[in-house]
């Protein structure tokens, strides 16, 4: 499998990749599955519904207890839909079919390509980082909220203590010179994200094509098979690890350390 | 300065080269941002908003449900107690009009004792008082029917017609001797 996804059609600008159509498959199971838990929600749950609950409710709690009550009521919508978003894409890219359904490519000068239809979301960084751009934006737009424009730059740049005197200009120019560290970490955030995220699931899938290319044909399954179990808890680790990191950048520059949020 | 922009450039250069070996375009990205986006609108809306909706609805009617029951159960204490103060004081009350009916009763039956023994006083009173009536006007028949019997005895021993202050005498003389 290649680095990058593959477009299967060259119009629409070659948005139609092997990866794009898994995301595509992914939104519409989950908006199948919304609609289908809370499409006639009930005030005694039943079925789907109840699992839904429990899902969104363990969700909201988790990341109530690291963002407190007044930012996960706002921010939720965010954080929760990124967990599912990306957990739905992992679990969905270990679906037998996925990377090794496909057609040869032959070119003209010789040669062929093996162009599978299916890759998994979020082994294509224009995914990962789309996610995570997405989150530096509205980011961006809470810790301004939040802070206000003087606030947000003195939670980077101002001196953090009481300081008096000598001290206190001496501090000014530490924290200025850790503000730039600071900022400098901000602006790798997405990097960091996108690459975490993409290159552990990118790995996990070459890991499975790897193994399964071990034995012979008909056996190919079976080595990838007990990967596949870790595979599994990777695509939870991970999703949990993204939105987790989001909440604690998010939770970071919003935090008003003992001062009382009103 | 110049190093700086070098440095900068070097480093467009690079992030461009990491782009196209990942296969990094900005169409793809931009498209993946609007699935992204809209995953995470149709969560908000259809997911999350409802779910949400019904939990908080959930938690404050339990939170309600709890209030009302704390409620409820101030209530039946206070209702126990005022039902305990009221037996307490229905208690007395019924004491209290028993002891007084005892009291009535015994004050009626003492009432009553005391007319029936002067009923029977009366009745015995009377009952003397017709006897001794009846015993006078028998003694004052007897007188009577002696009178005429010492008369007439007279009468026929003597053969002659007593007048009657003779026989008045003879009457006196019997009575006296009774």
Not at chain 1, 196 to 211: A, M
Not at chain 1, 224 to 240: D, T
Not at chain 2, 48 to 71: C, M, S, T, V, Y
Request: glycine share 8%; hydrophobic share 50%.
């Amino acid at each position: 499998m290649p680095l990058n996804a593959e477009s299967v059609t060259d119009s629409f600008l070659g948005i139609f990749t092997n990866s794009s159509i898994m995301v595509w498959f992914s939104t519409l199971l989950i908006v199948l599955f919304c609609r289908a838990a809370a499409g006639k929600i009930t005030m005694v749950p039943a079925g789907l519904q109840n699992f839904a609950e429990w899902l969104i409710e363990g969700l909201y709690n988790f990341f109530g207890s690291l963002l407190g009550d007044h930012l996960v009521k706002k921010t939720f919508w965010f954080f929760g839909g990124t967990f599912l978003f990306i957990l739905v894409n992992n679990w969905l890219a270990l679906m037998p079919g996925v990377g090794t359904l496909g057609w040869d490519i032959e070119y003209d000068g010789g040669g062929s390509h093996y162009l599978p239809l299916l890759r998994g979301g979020n082994a294509d960084l224009n995914m990962t980082s789309a996610m995570a751009v997405t989150f530096m934006a509205v980011w961006t737009f809470w810790a301004y909220q939040e802070n206000g424009i003087k606030g947000f730059v003195a939670h980077i740049f101002a001196p953090k203590g009481k300081f008096q005197g000598i001290m206190m200009k001496i501090m000014i120019v530490v924290f200025f010179m850790v503000g730039i560290l600071e900022v400098i970490s901000i602006l790798i955030r997405p990097i960091a994200l996108s690459f975490r995220l993409f290159g552990n699931i990118y790995g996990g899938e070459q890991t499975l094509e790897k193994l399964m290319m071990l034995v012979p044909e008909n056996l190919a399954f079976l080595p990838a098979l007990p990967f596949c179990f870790m595979e599994i808890l990777v695509g939870l680790i991970q999703a949990l690890v993204f939105s987790l990191l989001a909440a604690i950048f998010l939770n970071l520059i919003c935090d008003h350390g003992d001062e009382e949020h009103h | 300065m110049f190093t700086l922009l070098a440095e900068a450039g070097g480093l467009a250069d690079t992030a461009k080269e990491i782009g196209r070996t990942f296969g990094w375009k900005a169409p793809l990205f931009i498209a993946q941002v609007v699935n992204f986006a809209l995953v995470l609108y149709v969560l908000k809306r259809f997911a999350f908003g409802p779910i949400q909706e019904i939990l908080e609805k959930r938690k404050n009617r339990i939170a309600d449900g709890e209030a009302k029951l704390e409620e409820i159960e101030q209530k039946l204490a206070d209702s126990e107690q005022e039902k305990a103060a009221l037996l307490e004081a229905a208690n007395e009350d019924a004491k209290r009009l028993v002891d007084e009916a005892k009291e009535s009763a015994a004050a009626l039956a003492e009432k009553k004792s005391q007319e029936a023994v002067a009923q029977a006083q009366n009745i015995l009173a009377k009952a003397e008082e017709a006897s001794r009536a009846e015993a006078a006007a028998l003694k004052a028949e007897i007188k009577k029917e002696f009178g005429r019997l010492v008369v007439e005895t007279t009468t026929q021993v003597t053969g002659k017609t007593l007048n009657a202050t003779d026989q008045k005498r003879i009457n006196k003389e019997a009575l006296s001797s009774l």
